[in-house]
C-alpha cells in the first residue's frame, strides 16, 4: 500500500492541471445579481437533475408520500411511491383548478389522494380516478387530467427530479463517471441518523461554497480539524487528489486521523462504536469504492463530492457520510439541509456514541452556518467585485465555469 | 422514586441525573447553553471517570426506541446523551455555545420530529 504523502509533490497546483479554468479571480455578480439569479432558475435548475436530498426508503409503502416546495422552481413537488414500487413525481397541483393537492409534507394516500377542493381523487401512479359529480361536466374524460409528472429517478437510492418536461439525458449520464466512482459504497445500508435543516438569509452560492472547499478548515474549525490537518511534508497543501468532471467534482483531503492524539471521550466513543475521528480499518482499503481515498492514503481525512448544482456528499469512513442539499428560495435566500448517515446502533451504548458524532457534526455544522449571512451582508456592502480562489478552492472554480457553460447554452446538454 | 432513580451502580449520578437526564437533543442543548462554563465542566469531570462503565453498562440494553428500556437504564442513557451533548463544548470550545456560530435555535433537527 502506497502512501500518497510521500508520492505527492511538494508545491503540487492542483489548479494547473486545468490551464481552462485559468488562475484569475471570480465575479461577485452572480451572488448578488437578481437578472442572473432568473437566468439560473431558468437554465439551471428549470433544466438539470436536482437532488432532493431525500432518500427512497424515507417512501418505503406503496401510497406514500413526501412533498417538497420547491422555490426555485416555483412548485410543489410530490414525490410518491406506486403499486407498482417505483417513486414518481408529480406537481403538486389538482388538475381541476390548482389548488394544492397534498398539504402534510408526508403521508401515506393508500388508494387515492383526494383533493380538499373539490374531492378529486388521484391514484398513487397520477392517474385521475375520482371525480365527483362527473356527469356534470360537459365533454369530458378523466384521462386527460392526470397530475402533471415531473422526471424523477434515483441513484443509490437518492431521489432527483429534473423541471424539464423532456429532459435531454437521464440521470446516470448526467452523473457520469461519479457513478462508477461510488458503486459499492453503503448508501444501502447506512440509515439517515441526523437531519438539521436551516433557512438562511444568502445567495444558494454562499452555502453550496461553505461545503465546497476545506481551506477553511484549519480556520473556521480550528479546534475540530486543526490537529489532523497539520501537514509536515506540506503544511499549506491538504489535498490528496481532485477531479474536476463535465459537470461534478470531487476533492479527497488529507487528515492525520492515525497519529493525532484524541480527546478523552473520542477515545471512549472509538472502544464504543464509530468515530468519524478515527481512521477506518486499513485492513481492506483495497476493497472500498474506487472513488472512496482515491490515492489510498493512509493520512486520509474524507472525500467531498460535488454533484451539481446542489448536492454534496461527504465520505468520511466507508460507513460513514453526511450529505448536504441547498436549494435557493431567492436570490438572497437558501435552504441548507445537512444530514447524517451513520451505522444503526445495535445497543443503547452505540446510541451514545451516535449522539456524540451528531453533536460534534453540528457544532462543526454551525461553525460553517456562522459564515453564510455574515458573507451575504458583506459583498451586500459592495467592497467586493471580484475575489481570489486559492487551489484548494478549485472546486468553485470549476463549478462557476460549469454554470457559465449553462446559462450561455440553449439548455440542451452537449 | 423509581422513576427518579438510576441503575444501582450508579445512584451516586443523581445529582447529575436531575438536571442532565432529558429525553430529547433540543432539551439537551437548552440545557447546556443554559448552563455556565463550571457547571458543564462539572457535569464532565464527574462523568467522565463513569463513562466506560456507563455505556459498558448500556452495551447490555437495546438500542432504541428508550421506550424499550427499562426506566432506571433509560435514565442512564438520557444522562450519558447529555455528556454527549455538552462533549463539545468542553473538549473543543472551552465555552457553552459555538464560538460566534451560528443560532443553534435556527439549525432545525428534522429528525426529531421524524423520530415521534
Redesign the interface.
Known amino acids: 500500500m502506497q502512501d500518497s504523502t510521500d508520492t505527492h509533490v511538494n508545491g503540487k497546483r492542483w489548479t494547473l492541471d486545468h490551464p481552462e479554468l485559468g488562475t484569475g479571480s471570480l465575479p461577485i455578480t452572480p451572488y448578488l445579481s437578481t437578472e442572473y439569479f432568473e437566468r439560473e432558475r431558468g437554465k439551471i435548475f428549470s433544466r438539470t437533475w436536482i437532488c432532493t436530498g431525500k432518500k427512497v426508503e424515507e417512501i418505503p409503502q406503496p401510497g406514500d408520500y413526501l412533498v417538497l416546495d420547491i422555490a426555485v422552481g416555483k412548485t410543489s413537488v410530490l414525490l410518491v411511491r406506486g403499486k407498482d414500487g417505483r417513486v414518481r413525481g408529480f406537481h403538486n397541483v389538482c388538475k381541476h383548478r390548482g389548488n394544492r393537492l397534498a398539504w402534510n409534507d408526508r403521508g401515506a394516500c393508500g388508494t387515492g389522494l383526494t383533493c380538499r377542493f373539490h374531492g378529486w381523487t388521484y391514484a398513487s401512479d397520477g392517474r385521475l380516478i375520482g371525480v365527483p359529480e362527473e356527469d356534470m361536466f360537459f365533454d369530458f374524460d378523466k384521462r386527460d387530467y392526470g397530475l402533471s409528472p415531473i422526471a424523477t429517478d434515483v441513484w443509490e437510492g437518492f431521489i432527483f427530479i429534473n423541471l424539464d418536461p423532456d429532459p435531454p439525458e437521464t440521470l446516470h449520464q448526467y452523473l457520469g463517471e461519479v457513478v462508477d466512482l461510488l458503486r459499492g459504497y453503503a448508501f444501502d445500508r447506512l440509515p439517515l441518523s441526523w437531519s438539521y435543516t436551516a433557512e438562511q438569509k444568502c445567495n444558494w452560492r454562499i452555502l453550496r461554497d461553505s461545503q465546497l472547499e476545506f481551506y477553511h478548515g484549519k480556520a473556521l474549525h480550528q479546534q475540530f480539524a486543526g490537529k489532523v490537518m497539520i501537514n509536515k511534508q506540506q503544511p499549506s497543501c491538504h489535498v490528496l487528489d481532485a477531479k474536476l468532471f463535465r459537470r461534478h467534482s470531487m476533492m479527497s483531503f488529507y487528515g492525520d486521523r492515525r497519529n493525532t492524539q484524541r480527546t478523552p471521550m473520542e477515545l471512549l466513543m472509538a472502544q464504543f462504536g464509530a468515530s468519524f475521528k478515527t481512521f477506518p480499518s486499513a485492513r481492506d482499503m483495497d476493497r472500498w469504492p474506487l472513488g472512496v481515498n482515491p490515492t489510498r492514503s493512509r493520512q486520509w481525512f474524507f472525500d467531498i463530492y460535488y454533484i451539481f448544482p446542489n448536492f454534496h456528499l461527504v465520505i468520511l469512513s466507508p460507513f460513514l457520510f453526511v450529505a448536504h442539499t441547498m436549494l435557493p428560495e431567492t436570490v438572497n435566500r437558501s435552504t441548507w439541509n445537512a444530514r447524517g448517515y451513520f451505522p444503526q446502533p445495535t445497543t443503547a451504548a452505540e446510541t451514545v456514541t451516535r449522539e456524540y458524532n451528531k453533536c460534534l457534526a453540528r457544532d462543526v455544522w454551525l461553525e460553517d452556518g456562522s459564515t453564510l449571512e455574515n458573507t451575504q451582508r458583506g459583498i451586500e456592502s459592495g467592497v467586493l467585485s471580484h475575489y481570489p480562489v486559492q487551489d484548494q478552492e478549485l472546486l468553485i472554480r470549476h463549478a462557476h465555469k460549469v454554470a457559465e457553460e449553462l446559462l450561455a447554452s440553449d439548455g440542451q446538454a452537449e | 422514586m423509581s422513576d427518579t432513580s438510576l441503575p444501582e451502580p450508579f445512584t451516586d449520578l443523581e445529582p447529575l441525573a436531575a438536571v442532565w437526564a432529558l429525553a430529547t437533543?433540543t432539551e439537551r442543548n437548552q440545557q447546556r447553553l443554559s448552563s455556565t462554563m463550571a457547571q458543564i465542566q462539572a457535569f464532565y469531570d464527574t462523568l467522565?471517570p463513569r463513562?466506560?462503565a456507563v455505556?459498558?453498562y448500556?452495551?447490555?440494553?437495546?438500542?432504541?426506541p428508550p421506550d424499550a428500556?427499562p426506566q432506571k437504564?433509560r435514565r442512564l442513557?438520557y444522562l450519558?446523551?447529555a455528556?454527549?451533548?455538552i462533549?463539545?463544548a468542553v473538549?473543543?470550545?472551552q465555552q457553552p455555545s459555538?464560538p460566534?456560530?451560528?443560532e443553534?435555535r435556527?439549525?432545525?433537527?428534522?429528525?426529531e420530529r421524524?423520530e415521534r
Open positions: 437533543e467522565l463513562m466506560e455505556l459498558t448500556l452495551s447490555t440494553f437495546p438500542p432504541e428500556l437504564a442513557l450519558a446523551l455528556m454527549a451533548e462533549t463539545t473538549e473543543l470550545h459555538v460566534a456560530g451560528f443553534p435556527r439549525f432545525i433537527p428534522d429528525h421524524m
